[in-house]
T-cell receptor, first 112, second 114 residues
C-alpha cells in the first residue's frame, strides 16, 4: 500500500519568515495530494490540494509543488503569521478509492 | 462543501463494552471513511464505509472489532466492540463527494476506555 513520509516533524519560524514542509510517497499511481491543517482539539481542515496533472498550485500565501518523477511534494507558506501555528498533514490518494494515506505530521510554531 | 456532525463528541467507557459513533453528513456524498487518531499522532484509516454493502477494512482492522454500517448516502456508524484501554483514541468520520476531491472531517469522538 501507499506510504507517505513527512519532514520535519517540528518547525519553528519567526513571524514573516517562510516555512517549507516536505513529503514523499511510495505509490507511483497516487494522483491526489491534499494538505490539512489541524489546530489543537479541532478537526483537520483542507488548506490546499494538488492533482497529479499539475506541478504547482498557489493560493495567496500558500503553495504546493509536486514532483511526480521523484514522488515528492512540498507545502510552502510565506509571510507566516502566529495563526499559522498548527499541525500540518500531507496525504496521498490513489485512483478511484479516494482513501487518504497521511504523513506523520509537522508541528509548525510561528514565533513573534 | 459538506458539513459533518459526529456524536458523541467524547465518552468514557468501561473495558469490555461497546460504543457506537454516529456520523451524519448534510448532503449526499459518494465516499465515507473512518479514521483513528491517537493524541499527537497522525490519522490512520480504519475502513471505507460502503453504502448498502460491507465496509472495506484496512490492514490491522477487522469487522468483528469495528463493525461499520452505512444505510444511505448521508449516514454511517462505527462501533468499537469489546473495548480495551488500547482503543482509547480519537475517532474521525470523513466524507468526500468524489474521486480526488476534498475530504471533510467530523469533529471527532474522543474515546477513553477505563
Amino acid at each position: 500500500g501507499e506510504n507517505v513520509e513527512q519532514h520535519p516533524s517540528t518547525l519553528s519560524v519567526q513571524e514573516g519568515d517562510s516555512a517549507v514542509i516536505k513529503c514523499t510517497y511510495s505509490d507511483s499511481a497516487s494522483n491526489y495530494f491534499p494538505w490539512y491543517k489541524q489546530e489543537l482539539g479541532k478537526r483537520p481542515q483542507l488548506i490546499i490540494d494538488i492533482r497529479s496533472n499539475v506541478g504547482e498550485k498557489k493560493d495567496q500565501r500558500i503553495a504546493v509543488t509536486l514532483n511526480k518523477t521523484a514522488k515528492h511534494f512540498s507545502l510552502h507558506i510565506t509571510e507566516t503569521q502566529p495563526e499559522d501555528s498548527a499541525v500540518y498533514f500531507c496525504a496521498a490518494s490513489t485512483g478511484t478509492a479516494s482513501k487518504l494515506t497521511f504523513g506523520t505530521g509537522t508541528r509548525l510554531q510561528v514565533t513573534l | 462543501s459538506a458539513v459533518i456532525s459526529q456524536k458523541p463528541s467524547r465518552d468514557i467507557c468501561q473495558r469490555g463494552t461497546s460504543l457506537t459513533i454516529q456520523c451524519q453528513v448534510d448532503s449526499q456524498v459518494t465516499m465515507m471513511f473512518w479514521y483513528r487518531q491517537q493524541p499527537g499522532q497522525s490519522l490512520t484509516l480504519i475502513a471505507t464505509a460502503n453504502q448498502g454493502s460491507e465496509a472495506t477494512y484496512e490492514s490491522g482492522f477487522v469487522i468483528d472489532k469495528f463493525p461499520i454500517s452505512r444505510p444511505n448516502l448521508t449516514f454511517s456508524t462505527l462501533t468499537v466492540s469489546n473495548m480495551s484501554p488500547e482503543d482509547s483514541s480519537i475517532y474521525l468520520c470523513s466524507a468526500s463527494e468524489g474521486v480526488a476531491t476534498e475530504a471533510f472531517f467530523g469533529q471527532g469522538t474522543r474515546l477513553t476506555v477505563v
